[in-house]
């Protein structure tokens, strides 16, 4: 520890970190909910209760999956930004095999609609990413731009 470093000082890269993970977060729950509901809506009408199901089944996993990144960024918040690369890295990796775990246990059951599922996952998923992409695009965090 140098002279300037005191052990309670804040570090800079965490409040980057956290404001990030803020604004993607809020802006993932403004638009995946809704879209979730939609689709269970929608596959509810075209496929009854299996539909239903399939749906509200798929809309949750995509859901957990996509908070569970923002977590892991609040979470690592304070660390080394190379951890924190490393914690994104493996957390992606975990999530992968947990969603394609949970999927493969859910394969057999005849109460969900397999394709209102997928459907549903495959929305939430895309529009979670893209309204998380548009919020950190807005989010101002400071650059250093080597000349």
């Known amino acids: 520890m140098s002279e300037t470093e005191t052990p309670e000082q804040e570090n800079p890269h965490a409040k980057v970190v956290l404001q990030a993970a803020r604004a993607m977060t809020k802006a993932s729950l403004l638009v995946t909910p809704p879209a979730v509901i939609v689709c269970i809506a929608l596959f ?3 496929n009854g209760l299996p539909g239903f199901l399939g749906s509200l089944v798929g809309g949750v996993l995509a859901m957990l999956a996509s908070l569970s990144t923002l977590g892991m960024m609040k979470f690592s918040a304070g660390q080394d930004p190379m951890f924190v690369m490393v914690i994104a890295l493996g957390g992606y990796v975990v999530k992968v095999v947990l969603l394609f ?25 895309l529009l979670a990413a893209a309204a998380e992409f548009a919020a950190f695009r807005k989010t101002k ?3 250093i731009i080597p000349s």
């Open 141 to 143: 965090i400071p650059t």
């Open 44 to 46: 509810s009408i075209l």
């Open 101 to 125: 775990g949970a999927l493969t246990l859910l394969k057999g059951v005849t109460a969900l609609h397999p394709m209102s599922l997928g459907i549903t996952m495959i929305v939430a998923i």
